[in-house]
């Protein structure tokens, strides 16, 4: 996925009331930038880091850019949830996520009773249902999730259990946007509900696909499927 027009660089200042960064530019300016991430972004926020913004398509917008990442210990983290969402539209419908392949038709927010899921692919064999969740979370190199409790990542879980029993594929697709860590465990001491529940649907067939990718102030692309434990002391490989 490559970004849609050249990024700004700048230094973080601070991020505040969840959506708006402080941020210098290069130019010596200091803008307000929005930030997409409602998270507690614990582990991607350090004050003096550098940082790449992209500018709003809207003119008229309070804020003139959106925070896109930081670099943390050299590497760059990309922070903007929205992002995750647009690569792995555009990666299956390529087919190019170990996977998630040969699909003929694939549509974005998709409802489902009384959810509504960010991808629906299909081809003549299944209909497959893909929630997708934005990871920055890395915890002595784990890359966990969430990173702050998440009554709506709790129903979804609950509504791909049902896709499943129903009879169609159920995917969790955890897009990890940094480099740093080198597997993927739900955050149990955050949410410890979000970890039980996630454990559950997994043994009643919900998938799991943990996919990291490396991010960079041109483009998000692919790295490698980590592999994941769902509970201590045992390890599933994907």
């Known amino acids: 996925m490559k970004f849609e027009t050249s990024l700004t660089k700048g230094t973080l200042i601070k991020r505040y009331k969840r959506f708006l ?5 290069d130019t010596g300016e200091i803008i307000t930038a929005h930030c997409t991430n409602s998270g507690t972004m614990k582990s991607c926020i350090e004050e ?11 003119p008229n917008r309070k804020t003139r850019f959106t925070w896109e990442m930081i670099e943390i210990n050299g590497n760059w983290v990309g922070i903007n949830t929205m992002n995750p969402n647009r690569f792995a539209l555009e990666e299956i419908m390529k087919g190019t996520i170990p ?13 489902y ?9 299909e081809n003549s064999v299944e209909t497959c249902f893909i929630e997708v969740k934005n990871v920055t979370l890395n915890e002595n190199g784990v890359a966990k999730f969430p990173d702050a409790v998440t009554a709506r990542g709790l129903k979804h879980l609950k509504t791909l259990m049902d896709v499943k029993e129903n009879g169609m594929r159920a995917v969790m697709l955890y897009i990890i946007q940094r480099m740093d860590v080198y ?7 955050i ?17 799991i696909i943990p996919l990291q990718v490396k991010v960079t102030p041109e483009e ?6 980590l592999h994941y434990i769902l509970e201590p002391e045992i390890a599933e490989n994907v």
């Open 191 to 207: 949410d410890p509900d979000y970890a039980r529940k996630l454990v559950e649907v997994h043994k009643k067939g919900v998938e």
């Open 99 to 111: 996977g998630l392949e040969g699909y003929s038709t694939v549509q974005r927010e998709v409802k």
């Open 21 to 25: 960064a402080d941020i210098k530019l």
């Open 113 to 121: 009773k009384d959810s509504r899921f960010d991808i629906m692919a």
């Open 48 to 58: 003096g880091a550098d940082v790449f913004l992209s500018p709003a398509k809207d």
């Open 183 to 189: 597997h993927f465990e739900p955050a149990r001491d």
């Open 220 to 225: 998000i692309v692919s790295h490698k499927i």
